[in-house]
């Protein structure tokens, strides 16, 4: 008899493989006194791995913070020796000491050298 057709043979699938074996049985359960230390050692590694330290911040912005106090601190370490004695003078001699005493002249110099 001819050969059957193509068609219905390219329709047939193969027949499936043989099932694989079963897998081999899983251990059984730990014990009860061994099964909690198992989960709590998952429950110890998900906390480590959820909160990660955050990220330090950038040193540029610390820097420029820092960079800013000293901006205003250094003038006043390099002015007192300096600045002080001739500030205190001129001022008084360019003011009138007569309107102002020179005590509150002085103050005033002190103030706005810490400012």
Known sequence: ?????????????????????????????PPPSKSPSAF???????????PPPPPPPP??????LVDNEPSWAKPLTLGPPTPPVPLSTTFDTTSQPSSIPPPSSLQNVVISASL
């Open 1 to 29: 008899p001819p050969p059957p057709p193509p068609l219905p043979i390219a329709r047939i699938t193969p027949p499936p493989p043989p099932p694989p074996p079963p897998p081999p049985p899983l251990p059984p359960p």
């Open 59 to 64: 040193p540029l912005v610390v820097n420029d």
């Open 40 to 50: 709590v050692s998952t429950t110890e590694q998900l906390p480590r791995q959820a």
